[in-house]
């Protein structure tokens, strides 16, 4: 299609002409073997991603192309991709420079394969007292001390309902004359309740 824009026409268009979409219409089939029915899509198609210019002028729309403006976009797309392969090229070196100033001091000698599988020994060695600590957790100081301080607030919250079920037990027995083994039995109250020590 592109080629319709940049070559002479038959139909007596200059070169690098402009051109109307019935004009397109008419030169894609015959020149290019581009189907009539597609002609329209793939116009719009190059006019989107800029390499066809458009404008209306009155009730038609011109379309061309002229072949130093795509000369100049591949120019500059080609100033970009070699920016960015310097860029990356440099991105390389200092990564090179980089391993290699890691490598340094790391050569595979005996000494260092030695220090490698006693670093191994030691870290199977860390994970087995670790597990060993956890199975005795149940003794450590800080545990114990936080399940003191859970079965105090434990107590306290038991004895502060003891101490609500005594007292609605007393309203009632004022209020309603019950007795307080009618209360206990109705609401399910053991007769032993009392404060934990």
Same mark, same amino acid.
């Given at each position: 299609?592109?080629?319709?824009?940049?070559?002479?026409?038959?139909?007596?268009?200059?070169?690098? +002409?402009?051109?109307?979409?019935? +004009?397109?219409?008419?030169?894609?089939?015959? /020149?290019? #073997?581009?189907?009539? =029915?597609?002609?329209? %899509?793939?116009?719009?198609?190059?006019?989107?991603?800029?390499?066809?210019? @458009?404008?209306?002028?009155?009730?038609?729309?011109?379309?061309?192309?002229?072949?130093?403006?795509?000369?100049?976009?591949?120019?500059? $797309?080609?100033?970009?991709?070699?920016?960015?392969?310097? &860029? *990356?090229?440099?991105?390389?070196?200092?990564?090179?420079?980089?391993?290699? !100033?890691? !490598?340094? #001091?790391? /050569?595979?000698?005996? /000494?260092?394969?030695?220090?490698?599988?006693?670093?191994?020994?030691?870290?199977?060695?860390? /994970?087995?007292?670790?597990? %060993?600590?956890?199975?005795?957790?149940?003794?450590?100081?800080?545990?114990? &001390?936080? =399940?003191?301080? @859970?079965? !105090?607030?434990?107590?306290?919250?038991?004895?502060?309902?003891?101490?609500?079920?005594?007292?609605?037990? *007393?309203?009632? $027995?004022?209020?309603?004359?019950?007795? %307080?083994?009618?209360?206990?039995?109705?609401?399910?109250?053991?007769?032993?309740?009392?404060?934990?020590?």
């Amino acid at each position: 299609m592109m080629e319709i824009f940049f070559e002479t026409c038959l139909f007596c268009f200059a070169q690098k +002409d402009v051109f109307q979409l019935k +004009d397109i219409e008419k030169i894609a089939p015959k /020149e290019k #073997g581009i189907t009539s =029915m597609s002609v329209k %899509e793939i116009l719009q198609s190059l006019v989107d991603d800029g390499m066809v210019d @458009t404008d209306r002028i009155g009730t038609s729309n011109y379309f061309w192309a002229f072949p130093s403006k795509a000369l100049h976009a591949r120019k500059r $797309k080609l100033e970009e991709l070699e920016s960015q392969f310097a &860029e *990356s090229n440099q991105k390389k070196e200092a990564l090179q420079k980089s391993i290699d !100033k890691s !490598k340094i #001091g790391r /050569e595979d000698t005996a /000494e260092r394969a030695a220090l490698i599988e006693e670093l191994a020994t030691l870290r199977q060695k860390k /994970e087995q007292l670790k597990a %060993e600590i956890d199975k005795y957790r149940e003794c450590d100081p800080d545990v114990i &001390e936080e =399940m003191r301080q @859970t079965n !105090k607030i434990a107590k306290e919250a038991a004895n502060r309902w003891t101490d609500n079920i005594f007292s609605i037990k *007393s309203w009632a $027995k004022r209020k309603f004359g019950f007795e %307080e083994s009618r209360i206990d039995k109705s609401f399910g109250i053991p007769e032993d309740l009392d404060y934990i020590d």
